[in-house]
Structures are given as C-alpha cells and as structure tokens.
C-alpha cells in the first residue's frame, strides 16, 4: 500500500511539473515585429497625416499573427536642425507585449512643426523673435541715445514674448492632454519653455510635475519615463525633450515637448 501511495505521488508531482513547464512555455513574453513596406514615403511635411505616416508600416506577432491595427504613431521629434523627423511606431499584440521602432524621414520643406503633436519649429521661434525685433525698431524714433524709459520697455516686450512663447507651449500641450482618451497616461511637465544659460547642467527629469494613469501608480510610471531628443548646452541654440510613457496595458502617454533656449 505505502508503495502504492509513493508511485502515485511521484506521478502526481511529474505531471505537476510538466504542466507548470506549459504553461511557463506557453507564456507570450515577445512582442510583435515592424516592418516597413519598399516603397513607403521617406519624405516628411508639416502636412503630412499620422494615417499617411501609418502607410507601409506592419505588425505582425508570431502567437496572434497580423496586429497591424494596434499600430500607432507614438511620438516624433525633429534632428539635424529641422532637417529630418524622426517617427517612432508602436504596436502590441493581445497579450500587451509592446514593440516600439524608429523612423527617420526627411523634412521635405525643412518644417519640423507638426499641430497634431504640438512640436515647436526652432526656425518659427527665431522668426517670431525677428518679427518682435523688427516691429520694435520701426516704432523707436531715430534718435541715437536711448533714454532710461525706453531700455525699460524693450527689457518688458522681451520678457512679454518669452511669456507668451510659453503660454503658447503649455497650451498646445494642454490641447494634447485634452484629445487623449480615458486609458492613456497623461504627462504634465512643471512648464514646457526654459531659457537657460550656456553650460548650464540640465536635469531632464526636474521638469516632470505629474504622471496620471487609471491603472498605474505616479510612481510606477516615473520609472518608466521616455525621453528623445538632446539639448547641448555647450552651444546656443534651441532644442526640444519629448516626454512620455507607457502604462501596463500598452497605453502611450501624450509626447508632452521642452523646448529649451540656450543662450
């Protein structure tokens, strides 16, 4: 009897052990691949749509097969000075596994701006500052000494148009929160224009204010934190930080964009 009992202890334990094997082997950890299509657009406009930029582009997993519908355009940043746009893709297969894949396309028109993302054109912000300065000079007198009241309102116009600089920024962001739905993490940034000296030692993530998700804790999603682009404070100049993330069920985040002066 008491060898009886222990063969078919020994068989419960073996069949107890294969099927934690299958069910370990049968687990989805991998997720799905892109592939971009021959023959898909290389060349990038400040018209171009998220649908165009979503032609060509496939997803396929090797446990769910074609999840090309899971495909998104998460965020995209322009390099080289507007000179290009870079794309990133995101898709996941049904067991949430997420794969993302960069892109990089040529800006056609040398226009980085995109609305639907909110990006900021470097070009258009030194144009606006042109602007400022032109209007300014056309309305001074031509006198040569410029007496103390005068220093004093153009010192105000330029801080008037930082301020508006970001006024306009931290709307066009606001505008992304708001068009987000219900799932999606949302990235709030303490503000999203700085003017900073040059040598300045940048602390990326000291410009995060809050992440809020309907799953993930705040603190979760801070260690999950994405930042593309690159500011060298060596040198003047603009540059731009897209933030974001991606919660536990796959849901991005809004590409929440730092445009950092350097001057």
């Known amino acids: 009897m008491k060898k009886f009992l222990v063969v078919l202890l020994v068989i419960v334990c073996i069949g107890l052990g294969a099927g934690v094997v299958f069910l370990k082997g049968s687990d989805d950890n991998e997720g799905p691949k892109i592939t971009f299509e021959e023959g898909k657009d290389t060349k990038y406009s400040s018209n171009t749509t998220k649908d165009e930029l979503l032609q060509k582009v496939k997803a396929y997993d090797e446990k769910d097969g074609d999840v090309t519908d899971s495909l998104t355009v998460e965020t995209m940043y322009p390099k080289n000075d507007g000179k290009e746009m870079v794309i990133i893709f995101v898709a996941k297969d ?8 960069e892109f990089t396309m040529e800006a056609a028109d040398g226009n980085a701006e995109n609305p639907d993302i909110g990006l900021i054109d470097p070009d258009a912000i030194d144009e606006n500052a042109a602007s400022t300065d032109s209007t300014e000079a056309d309305s001074t007198d031509s006198q040569d000494v410029v007496d103390a009241d005068s ?3 153009a010192s105000a116009d330029t801080q008037n ?9 931290q709307k066009t962001q606001e505008d992304k929160i708001a068009q987000l739905s219900p799932q999606a993490p949302k990235m709030y940034l303490n503000t ?5 000296p040059v040598g300045t030692v940048l602390d990326k993530l000291s410009y ?3 992440i809020q998700d309907d799953v ?21 100049g603009t540059y731009e930080l897209t933030y974001y993330v991606v919660d536990s069920n796959g849901n991005s985040s809004n590409g929440a964009v730092l445009t950092v002066v350097v001057k």
Do not use: M, P, R, W
Request: proline share 0%.
């Open 208 to 210: 995060v204010k809050d």
């Open 151 to 153: 220093a004093d309102a």
């Open 161 to 169: 148009g930082e301020e508006s600089l970001e006024a306009q920024a």
């Open 192 to 196: 999203y224009y700085v003017e900073v």
């Open 216 to 236: 993930d804790t705040t603190s979760a999603l801070f260690k999950k934190i994405q930042i593309t682009g690159d500011v060298n404070t060596g040198a003047a």
């Open 94 to 101: 049904k067991s949430n596994n997420v794969t993302k894949k």
